[in-house]
């Protein structure tokens, strides 16, 4: 029996995520697809069929965890190969151990962790140990899996797609590391469902992330004796990015931009060109403020003249061209036509609210009917299957869904009735309305 040294960390200085590994499939969070009763992986598994595969998913979503599980499951011995640290020489001390517990009947569950890290040659030294049996090979990446395994090694693996994890799943992960003796179990951790959630939403289907998380805001909450609270200042802190601060040339540089951009935006070209006067004199870049004002061209014009954006970036290519003091009637000339354009701020506003639902649901899945299938293992996953081709029909439209179904419904873009966007909002209108009676004949037609 291995004895503990002095130099060895104690179980509370473990990381929480370690010290809660599931240890068998009942703890393991998510992947329902793949797990759940009757599904192909937990058949394999049950029966001890399991054979070489490739477990592609993002982070902390099980992918060690689960090849540990495996490997307990259908009783092989486990070597844990890292493909950043390891070379040919290591795969082959490996591949001569396998070989050795193969002639005594043993098996070996090698998992390679980032396999998309090793190179041809690398890769190409498993084969022979895979096609003898000699190894059961499980390999774990991140990439795409058809780009970055080789293709003889990869037709001899099946490829599993392992999902980030719900928040409900990481609300039940969190919760049992709070009730769990291995986690936070042998104290009293107060902390509200709303927080909980919290912190699922913060790790975005990563598990590692959400303990890391858990572990962080409860070793910094309030104490009191044997009770530990967690407050909401404390967990906003743990979760919140800080933003970077920039303040290159002090507060009157960004009063005059913002003077300069309040002047176009109320259509006000007098006021418009003495803010820009004032910040040329004072030896302002014109290149700065050219980019300023391509930014304003779609911001505050956006369709309702999308000449405004060909006419700021021309200006700014101008003003690269011949510099000062010359490009000053350019930009004269490009603060003028952007006062006096209708104005719309239908993009801007639409980004904003796209902005937001793609902040809080990063992990929403492409929808399979719209993903590229270039290679034969995306094609058998159903990648691009029931693409429609718009050019194919004769109006040129489709009732396909591009939109994850969770955002099914969503819209952004609500055009004005200014300038050239009144023909937008129209066809706009048009595209809508026949979708709409189309979606219903289909239904219908079902």
Known sequence: MRQQTLFEAAPQDVPLATRMRPRDLNEFAGQQHLLGEGKIL????????VSSMIFWGPPGVGKTTLARIIAARTKANFINFSAVTSGIKEIREVMREAEDNHRMGERTLLFVDEIHRFNKAQQDAFLPFVEKGSIVLIGATTENPSFEVNAALLSRCK???????TEDDLCGLLRRAIDDPRGFGNQTVHITDEMVRMVAAFANGDARTALGTLEMVVLNGQRDGDVTTVTMETLEQCITKKSLLYDKKGEEHYNIISALHKSMRNS????????????LEAGEDPLYVARRLIRFASEDIGMADSRALEIATAAYQACHFIGM???NVTLTHC?????????????????????????????????????????KLMKELKYGEGYEYAHNVEDKLTTMQCLPDSLKDRKYYHPTGEGSEARVR?????IEAWKAEHRAMEKKGK
Do not use: H
Not at 268 to 279: C, G, N, Q, S, V
Not at 426 to 430: G, K, M, P, T, V
């Open 335 to 375: 603060v003028v036509y952007l006062s006096l354009a209708p104005k719309s701020n239908a993009l801007y506003v639409a980004y904003g609210q796209a902005q937001k639902d793609a902040q809080k649901m990063l992990a929403e899945p492409v929808p399979l009917i719209i993903r590229n299938a270039p290679t």
């Open 42 to 49: 937990r058949q394999l598994i049950d029966q001890d069929r």
């Open 159 to 165: 490829v599993f797609v392992l999902n980030g994890l």
């Open 268 to 279: 006000d070209p007098d006021a418009a060109i003495y803010w820009l006067a004032r910040m």
């Open 325 to 327: 003091p010359e490009c």
């Open 426 to 430: 129209e066809r706009l209108r048009q």
